[in-house]
């Protein structure tokens, strides 16, 4: 078996440019890593503006503790969740072994983050050295047929023609295994494309769509999102809630939505709540809502904390209530927000009700003392672990709930067609269905 150690400069997007932050050695056997290590650059250390690129295993609240050091991922993981979460994942995999024509899984994860462009999530870029410059990683506004026509190609494994091939440009950097692309409006904001397959038996970008619409009634936190039509197919469009546009003299937060053409773009650090938690994606299912809250109180800024877990607390009640078994820890994300200068839960993305017959359901992450049971019950009798009396988890139970058993009004409302209502609603749950007589009693 062949061992490589290949070594990496990351680099941070701070205040408008980019910043080389360290160097990450990659070790790799037979294409899989098996260790990393990475040094923070001295100069970097010195910037009062420097962020971490991993809270848990590459903190900086002691500069002169890191300083150089040359650090390894905690909990014997092989790679940093920070870099991880810069990777591509399965569908941005899948375009670069298009872009590359080579087979499925067979590059090494060091070529995967070198190819993945410098127009992924967060605020990092990897490249081979300091004198690399960053890579071209999206396309127009006015590309969409182009991009979609060649997603389609790529996932039924077929070449794509050098007229399609802009999809190198802005699908490389992606994670999720639907096809999607980024791109840019015309004030040059960005936003995610999310196209749609050739395996869905639904409008999966109308359901999506509407799904997150249907959150932001129930009062969480969701980015900007809509439907476009190209020629008879609809592409759900998702505003990167990693980027924000501010003038030179004023910062915003990224959960506002004021915009400045002319402004400068500013890109956010981002880490999943498998970073937050530092384990593996195989434990993912080990863990639990409780889990990421206890995340937060540790790594959150101090003002978000209460906030924040309130939030997760009502985005775990809206699963239970649509079926959204895919609640898995990437799912859950964290931004490091300018205005606080510390790290927040970011806003809510991949929400997708599953339609089921099962009257037992269950979510991916655990609940509470009933595990992944999918009972209001079960999420009342974890409120503790967000910081709720059981008064104001009521209270958030039955403003989810009051939005969501209306969903057919509000679907219908964001366009999406009677058949695929039909299809889905087996997905959404009737309160008397996963609550016991005791707990809708004391409800407002």
């Not at 040094?39 to 890191?66: H, T, W």
């Not at 127009?119 to 071209?136: F, K, M």
Request: proline share 6%; net charge negative.
């Amino acid at each position: 078996m062949a061992t490589s150690d290949t070594p990496l400069t990351v680099f941070a997007h701070i205040n408008g440019g980019w910043a080389p932050c360290g160097q990450l050695r990659l070790t790799e056997r037979d294409n899989t890593p098996v260790a990393s290590d990475f040094a923070y650059g001295l100069n970097y250390l010195k910037r009062p503006d420097a962020v971490e690129v991993d809270p848990v295993s590459l903190s900086i609240a002691n500069r002169s503790q890191v300083s150089g050091q040359r650090l390894r991922p905690v909990n014997n993981l092989e790679l940093f969740g920070g870099i991880r979460d810069a990777a591509p994942d399965a569908w941005g995999r899948r375009v670069i072994e298009a872009k590359l024509k080579v087979p499925a899984n067979t590059l090494p994860e060091s070529q995967y983050l070198l190819h993945a462009g410098s127009e992924r999530v967060g605020a990092l870029d990897i490249r081979r050295s300091l004198q690399d410059s960053p890579a071209p990683g999206r396309t127009d506004w006015h590309s969409l047929q182009h991009l979609m026509e060649a997603a389609e190609r790529i996932e039924a494994g077929l070449p794509v023609p050098a007229h399609l091939d802009t999809i190198f440009l802005a699908g490389t950097s992606l994670g999720g295994a639907r096809p999607k692309a980024s791109v840019r409006d015309d004030d040059g904001v960005l936003w995610l494309a999310k196209f749609s397959s050739a395996q869905d038996r639904v409008d999966v970008p109308a359901i999506e769509s509407a799904s997150l619409q249907l959150a932001r009634v129930a009062s969480l936190t969701v980015p900007d999102v809509r439907t476009t039509w190209v020629g008879d197919r609809r592409v759900m469009l998702i505003k990167r809630f990693d980027r924000i546009w501010h003038p030179c003299t004023s910062v915003m937060s990224p959960h506002s939505s004021a915009e400045t053409p002319a402004s400068t773009e500013h890109r956010l650090p981002f880490n999943s709540g498998l970073t937050l938690l530092g384990c593996d994606e195989s434990e993912s299912r080990t863990k639990g809502y409780g889990d990421l809250a206890d995340a937060i109180r540790r790594h959150v800024h101090t003002d978000c904390v209460r906030d924040n877990n309130a939030e997760l607390f009502k985005r775990m009640v809206f699963n239970i209530l649509v079926s959204n078994d895919d609640d898995h820890l990437r799912n859950h994300g964290f931004l490091w927000d300018p205005t606080f200068k510390g790290w927040c839960l970011s806003p809510l993305y991949d929400v997708m009700p599953r339609a089921s017959l099962a009257s037992e359901r269950f979510l991916h992450l655990s609940i509470g003392p009933q595990g992944r049971l999918a009972t209001l019950d079960n999420a009342l009798a974890a409120g503790a672990r967000f910081s709720l009396p059981e008064r104001e988890a009521l209270q958030a139970i039955d403003q989810v709930w009051r939005v969501v058993r209306q969903w057919r009004m509000y679907f219908d409302e964001f366009g999406v067609q009677e058949q695929d209502m039909e299809r889905i609603a087996p997905a959404f749950r009737h309160i008397d269905d996963i609550s016991s007589t005791e707990l809708r009693r004391k409800l407002p």
